[in-house]
């Protein structure tokens, strides 16, 4: 483990200064560029949306390469201060103070208050008109949205194995693909939600949650030495979680288009908008983030060019979430309507990354059968979308639906807790 990157998010004694700091290391991590040919047989297809002016200069491969080195440094702060006072006990006092409006008590610890104060102070280009259209607009593709960001987004991107190492170290594996997507559907749902990123709402109580358990996980594997920072920098840094934001954004837009779905571009730029905001709450720095689908199309194509391509550790991630479909509560006929959605999905895979992309995640070769057969009706439902706002309403109310009653069979009755930091936080005591 490299010193440097014990002391970004090393437990400080009593006394000494909180605010984490991330050197300038001479050289990025050695998986930046790891394998450039690989790397390029990746993003082919991408290619082919972010442009002819998408490589990346000298300049900006050197930024992606010292991104690799940088967290989150408002989360980060928060958790040295917790380390120091004990997480169970510090992990209460964030929950009881993440409930309360804006205007914290006088005596919360300044820790405390600075990262509730500041992750809760929306930027002035936030425009919340547009954070609700954005959100009507994905709850509008209903359960094929859902579908294709776990397939387009989730499963198509374990082939960068750099963004896979923080999950297999903590346990992601073991803990169950089938949970993880419950979890991350949940917060999806109460992030688009009516009311969801409003003053302190669900959205915003969940997403400050899950950024404090990326914060716990980089101190965790920053004293980890089976964590290589040598080779994967520091975990979940900021070029990472610039490509998990991208995922949900571009990946899903680009998803959603080639599978039939009609988007104007007002709608596309409404839903970048959303997710700038998300990755924005979520600690991606500003400067990661885009303004338009276009942007976000180069700033992904360059994000994926530099990762490091699939290993075992794509291949154990893409065999469990193959199999998650087997795992859902479904209320009926669970065995028929797993193994349908087993192949569903399969299919779908096969679509977005193509037959060298099945190899590499140690998938089985499929046809293409879903995306075929629906992009048609597809089509012509979203067509309608825009040519009729009564026929658009009823689609966003029949989509959201569709989308609540996933989670339902993701989850069954298990409380929607996603990540259960609480949990999570006793144990760091340990």
Not at 305 to 320: F, I
Not at 353 to 363: E, F, S
Request: proline share 7%; net charge positive; hydrophobic share 45%.
């Amino acid at each position: 483990m490299a010193p440097s990157v014990d002391a970004v998010v090393g437990g400080a004694p009593a006394g000494a200064a909180l605010d984490p700091v991330y050197p300038v290391h001479p050289l990025p991590p050695s998986r930046h560029g790891q394998s450039p040919a690989r790397s390029r047989q990746m993003v082919a297809r991408l290619r082919w949306f972010a442009g002819r002016h998408a490589e990346p200069d000298a300049g900006q491969w050197a930024q992606m390469g010292q991104a690799l080195w940088l967290g989150d440094p408002l989360a980060d702060h928060l958790m040295v201060w917790m380390r120091q006072q004990g997480m169970g006990k510090a992990w209460k006092q964030f929950e009881a103070l993440l409930a309360t409006p804006q205007a914290l008590p006088s005596d919360t610890p300044e820790p405390l208050a600075r990262y509730l104060r500041e992750a809760r102070r929306w930027p002035a280009w936030v425009e919340p008109d547009r954070l609700a259209r954005g959100a009507a607009v994905l709850h509008g593709t209903g359960l094929h949205g859902m579908m294709v960001l776990r397939d387009a987004g989730l499963m198509a991107g374990y082939q960068a194995a750099g963004l896979n190492k923080p999950l297999i170290h903590t346990g992601a594996l073991a803990k169950g693909a089938q949970r993880r997507i419950a979890e991350t559907t949940a917060w999806w749902l109460a992030c688009t939600a009516p009311g969801g990123l409003a003053d302190n709402g669900p959205g915003v109580q969940m997403t400050l949650r899950v950024r404090l358990m990326h914060a716990l996980v980089r101190h965790q594997l920053a004293h980890d030495a089976d964590w290589d920072a040598n080779t994967w920098g520091l975990a979940i840094n900021q070029h990472d979680m610039q490509a998990t934001y991208l995922g949900f954004s571009v990946v899903q837009l680009i998803a959603l288009k080639s599978t039939g779905t009609w988007l104007s571009r007002q709608d596309s730029e409404d839903v970048m908008h959303l997710w700038r905001a998300i990755g924005w709450l979520m600690g991606v720095d500003e400067a990661l983030l885009v303004s338009s689908e276009q942007e976000g199309r180069v700033a992904l194509y360059r994000n994926l060019l530099s990762q490091a391509p699939a290993d075992d550790s794509s291949v154990a991630l893409a065999r469990a979430l193959m199999d998650e479909p087997l795992q859902r509560r479904y209320a009926d006929w669970p065995k028929l309507r797993g193994w349908l959605n087993k192949h569903r999905h399969l299919s779908l895979v096969q679509w977005f990354v193509g037959a060298r992309g099945m190899r590499a995640l140690g998938l089985p070769l499929t046809l293409p059968w879903y995306p075929v057969l629906t992009a048609a009706p597809k089509a012509a439902s979203s067509v309608l979308a825009a040519l009729s706002p009564v026929w658009r309403a009823n689609r966003v109310v029949r989509g959201l639906a569709e989308q609540q009653a996933y989670l339902k069979v993701l989850m069954g009755d298990v409380p929607a807790c996603p990540h259960q930091l609480g949990r999570v936080a006793g144990q760091a005591d340990a």
